[in-house]
């Protein structure tokens, strides 16, 4: 019985697992989580449009018709490549065959102490602390009885103007400027600020134009300020310096960077500058054809000559990628060569940016929406790809309702950091 | 224009400020959280039943229709009944009329040091903090290598057998052995221990036979091991001592007694000896006549001579006496005496308990039901009480999506205390 050990069950190592099947093999999925987690809508639980259990499905029930895959929930701490195991904080796994799909944790450029004052949007627990500061920043601003500091509470500031910090400022807005102004008495919550900073001189700035432009209209038509062309100089506690200006703000969200997950500083094999795993063109580590890595763990440019992009498509399609792979190398009795063994080619199916609650822009190819239709697209195709006919259900049901009524349903204030 | 406070968004404070309303009068609401709390279905959110937001409402959300209610989310300190006035964390309220209606905490029985070891369940936080333990446990018995060991951390312990101990060992023997069933592989979640300890000699004690002794057959064909006439000695890290005998247990649940919230130590007026506010037959405190406790703050026997239970629908009832009582003072423009108002009267409109997943027992009166018929009437009325039409839908949603599936939808662990 061949073993194939899977560690991370997100989009990629969920992908993998799926797809490979034999009655010859079994496979350990590690997790650190009991869950795989739907990360493009994490930013609608952080502003309490959604639930925790809407965008995360446990992975023992995705696999629960299984029986031959073990989940299993874990910290990696370190891979021995030419041992061929796998350490964890409470044990080792041998493998015959590796994936290593264990994405990307927030980088915060080399400025660690930035970590406590901006929060990053990787994990269930960064939306929820991202919710909680929010709601409670605006709950202090109601009974603030100095207008300077009952500003700087209503006052948060989104880095990063990718497809994160956009969704994540326009979600924002409409929080602040409709949904609280049902909500509070005594402050004017028009009086919020979002502010969303970014470096480059236009948002989104790899979609083609006119996108960007359209993104930034429909951003400044809900009330975000856009600051282009700024890099952030430092960040403390409840402040952001940019340009050489302060900003104080009681919320501070951090979408500019992420970083390869640190264990692939255990392997020995070539990185690139942000952590990632320098692969074969099969999604194989040099050296290693047993081992894979793939989705934005690894760094890869395909047969075209292209990077393959850090989004959950490319994640996917390389968990399918490489489950063929070792399909074909069970089906062969032998592991191949890398270079016996076909390569990875991204098949880019478009990419989306939401910008609130009806407007979004979208592109694939010389294909370009954006409005009204682009947001329709947008919703159909992040239900369909939502695991889980529950949270379908559910989060369909959340839309209609906040969609219908201005109203967010999990504006829930849980402080489980501070036990009373 | 009068001011009234009132302290707590439970049922009590709730149902006071929705049906009190005067043109002259305006109310500021105080809660420590934001959010109403359906406690009656806290338990499901413990075992992974319902999400958070299923069974809270934004209080700001309640009262957004009401001008005249400003939601304060803050805690009290103190209350001084002399200046009339209360003390906040964040500031002072003056008051003409005071509604204490602050509830119950998880009391210990004078042993606080059993908190950290066994879980109350009176707060969302709680719910979360026991839903992380047995699903942690459950993961780490999955790859425990030694068998006592993983015994230990597949038992659980549920202290008191009243309504909520009663419901909450009901659902966790179905997540055991219903739900986890399907999800572990290497573990056979059937070795699981579901035990419930009680000190008197049937559970819910209080209700007319043969309500008991059918409670106690329906937590036995789940395989609850109910342990009667037992009372716990001593409560430790992972142990519990009940009859000199040590049980061990990876999680600890505490539903066995709650004392009045301390707020009313600073009161200085007369208190019984679990801490609650000895009030006058009209719900007032004596020598204050501008001044109500309502709900299991207070301690009142009616006017039949009973004493009035801390159930939900009394603190419901006393919410609009105390209202009525108000509106009719504003009336006559003073405030009477407490003499002069009519008093309380506990209409006792009959009391329900589910086991599990299709069983109940409820009595009203001589009226008697247990069984598939109790379980419904028990689905409807929970349904008709819960707040929020968005509530309604998602828990009638998660309930028949759960009984048809027997599954769980929000089996996610999210620690939200170590961050890592």
Redesign the interface.
Known sequence: MKHIVVLGGGFGGLAFTQRFRHERVKITLVDQ???HLFQPLLYQVATAGL????V?E?L??VF?GR?DV?????RVTAIDLKQRLVRLE??VLEYDYLVIAMGAVTGYFGNPEWESHAVGLKS??DA??IRRRV??AF??A??EEDPERAKVLKTIVVIGGGPSGVEMAGALAELAYRVFR?????INPADARIILIHSRDRVLNYFPDPLPQRALKSLERLGVEVMLESRVEDIGQEQVTVGGQVIRAGTIVWTAGVVANPVTQTLGTPLDKRGRIEVEPDASLPGYPEVFALGDICSLSDAAGQQVPGVAPAATQMGKHVAELILQDVAAGKIRASEDRPAFTYLDKGTMATIGRSKAVAFAGRWKLSGLMAWLAWLAVHLMFLIGF??R??VL?HWI?SYTNY?S?????????N?K
Request: contains cysteine; hydrophobic residues 25%; positive net charge.
């Open positions: 989580t009991n869950h639930t925790m259990p809407d995360s446990p023992r029930s629960s029986p073990s989940c299993r929930m874990d409470n044990g269930l627990r929820m602390e709601l409670t709950e202090h109601e009974t049902k909500d509070f008495r005594n529950r949270n259900v559910s049901f309702y109203r349903g999990a504006r829930i204030i849980v402080d489980l950091e036990k």
